[in-house]
């Protein structure tokens, strides 16, 4: 059976962070687009990322370690750079979703790169793959939204 070790707790973090960092980046892309259906899509993905940091966090507390708060720099930058995108682009919706579809292909991979050690928990695995799933069926399905924009 596989245990829950001090580095994967570290790892869920991180992962929770950055789940906590798209949540707070869908929300600003859906404040600042006009496009209905984006927005609608944004919103969805902000409430996607606020059930998957619940998820995180029950997962997390159920093997007794500390839930880290707050936003990475990472995260932070990523935001500022969209609020940036959106003043100065042209075609800022377009940018929007750009970044939107750079940032889902970046969390695949993180989770990814966490599905990879070797002493996960099997509900922590379960967690992240459901989880993983999630973001790779939203990604193949906006490329339908990349031709509304």
Do not use: C
């Amino acid at each position: 059976m596989n245990t829950y070790t001090q580095e994967v707790g570290e790892k869920l973090n991180a992962l929770l962070e950055k789940t906590y960092d798209a949540e707070k980046g869908f929300k600003k892309a859906a404040e600042n687009i006009e496009n209905n259906s984006l927005k609608i899509y944004f919103n969805k993905k902000a409430e996607e990322r606020y059930t998957f940091g619940h998820e995180l966090k029950k997962e997390i507390k159920s093997f007794n370690q500390e839930v880290d708060k707050g936003g990475s720099l990472t995260g932070t930058a990523h935001r500022a750079w969209m609020d940036v995108k959106s003043l100065f682009s042209l075609d800022d919706e377009e940018s929007m979703l750009e970044e939107a579809i750079r940032g889902e292909k970046a969390s695949i991979q993180e989770y990814e790169d966490v599905l990879k050690e070797t002493s996960l928990p099997s509900s922590t695995k379960e967690v992240l793959e459901s989880q993983k799933s999630i973001i790779e069926t939203g990604l193949y399905n906006i490329k339908s939204l990349e031709e509304i924009s």
